[in-house]
């Protein structure tokens, strides 16, 4: 079998101590952090749109500078094979447990969607065969319904009902195919579903042709038997002026709104996040108090040049955040950490696609382990137990328990006078969170 990753071998863990690049220093996918193992609580994936068919363009330079022995063939259906097979080979060298894909990436598009659907039916074939192969298996499948020129104006929010179409069809697709992998999870995320101007848009219909959308893709899962979880991945601009899936909140909002809560749960990325003016903690703590985050798209963006850079993340302070959260609300799975994320223009060889993603998966193996201790010492739960402690008793208990009126809240105000000021300490919890990293 052809090796496309020539000279390189299994990535291992070695330790903080070691100097040798291709080499886990803080992941240890056998290490126990609290009951489970760091392997268990990340649950790495590699995404193949970036990873494998990424080309290291930006918007200032859309001709590729990636050179990758996969894509040699002038036969598009042999290039789709030659990349798959090298997929797999850089997952199982990496060790990550997990892939995902855009039904676009693993299969080119054919001259219409019957031949679309039997190139993305041998290319299925082919990856559950590596999968079995390898015991690397699918976190998620979704459907790209934004770069064809169909979509221009939108997929689910087309005001073309012919598009529309065009896109559950291909979305239907998807949907088997992930289920055919054993998928986890299945992603929607709207490329071009939002607008760019409100003078020729119909806003509310919009809304409500993407909520006819979901639903159909609710009572597909259903026939289908498909287990897993459905994901809305927020996003607030770009393409669009505006996306109507803006942030966690706002995504929340529109299931609440639809009638659509409890069929969804949300993916939320870090780059998407920023874009929207939150941190990554903040979406992802929006998520999870609804009870919805169901996984993470691990990436940065760079806020100087103000697009969705797609960066790996290499922010101690941002992956601790963020895996305190998801602690706190007992895992991801069935989700876990995917890595949305590309080198830059001028990182084009292979092995910088090892480097990166090492990278990435230390910094978030170094975050859970901090995050763990942070949570384990109870010093910031305690703190944050106390401040609210009033609401679990007295008149805050009333209030809480809906047992309490305006003029109740008066009449206490009369009696208790003045309130007291206590301090929030936030530049103390910020040392005490420094003292941990």
């Not at 392997?39 to 200032?60: C, I, N, Q």
């Not at 990436?105 to 679309?116: F, H, Y």
């Not at 998807?174 to 929607?188: D, I, K, R």
Request: aromatic share 10%.
């Amino acid at each position: 079998m052809k090796e496309y990753f020539k000279g390189i071998g299994k990535v291992r863990y070695e330790g903080p101590e070691s100097k040798k690049p291709l080499a886990f220093k803080h992941y240890n996918p056998k290490e126990k952090v609290g009951r489970k193992t760091m392997a268990e609580h990340l649950r790495f994936s590699v995404v193949y749109w970036h990873t494998m068919k990424g080309g290291g363009t930006d918007p200032f330079g859309p001709t590729p500078v990636y050179d990758r022995p996969w894509d040699a063939s002038s036969d598009p259906m042999q290039v789709a094979e030659d990349t798959m097979r090298a997929a797999f080979e850089f997952t199982t060298k990496l060790g990550v447990p997990f892939w995902a894909f855009h039904d676009r990436d693993i299969a080119p598009e054919g001259s219409s969607l019957k031949e679309s659907n039997e190139r993305l039916d041998k290319i299925v074939r082919l990856a559950k065969s590596l999968q079995k192969d390898t015991g690397v298996r699918l976190l998620w499948g979704t459907s790209n319904c934004f770069s064809n020129a169909r979509f221009t104006h939108g997929a689910g929010t087309n005001p073309d009902p012919h598009v529309f179409a065009w896109a559950a069809a291909q979305i239907k697709k998807a949907m088997e195919c992930t289920v055919a992998l054993g998928g986890a999870n299945y992603v929607f995320w709207g490329g071009r579903e939002g607008y760019s101007s409100l003078l020729n848009t119909d806003l509310k219909h919009e809304q409500e042709q993407m909520a006819c959308l979901l639903h159909m893709a609710v009572a597909y899962k259903k026939k289908l038997g498909f287990k897993g979880a459905l994901l809305v991945e927020p996003k607030p601009k770009e393409p669009t002026t505006h996306q109507y899936d803006y942030d966690a909140a706002t995504v929340l909002g529109f299931l609440r709104a639809h009638d659509l809560l409890d069929e969804f749960s949300l993916n939320i990325e870090a780059n998407h996040a920023t874009l929207a003016g939150h941190s990554f903690e903040h979406d992802l703590s929006v998520a999870s108090a609804a009870g919805r985050l169901g996984s993470i798209d691990a990436n940065r963006g760079n806020l100087l040049l103000g697009w969705d850079t797609d960066q790996f993340p290499t922010d101690l302070y941002s992956s601790t955040y963020a895996m305190m959260v998801v602690l706190k609300q007992g895992g991801l799975k069935p989700g876990g950490v995917n890595f949305d994320a590309k080198l830059r223009r001028g990182s084009f060889d292979v092995e910088d696609l090892f480097h990166a993603h090492i990278g990435g998966m230390d910094t978030f193996a170094r975050g859970l382990k901090v995050a763990q201790r942070i949570i384990d010492d109870g010093v910031v739960g305690d703190f944050v137990k106390r401040r609210y402690a009033g609401w679990r008793r007295g008149i805050g208990a009333r209030i809480m328990k809906g047992q309490a009126s305006f003029q109740d809240m008066e009449a206490y105000v009369h009696k208790s006078g003045e309130a007291t000021l206590t301090s929030g300490r936030e530049e103390w919890l910020e040392n005490v969170i420094n003292g941990y990293l």
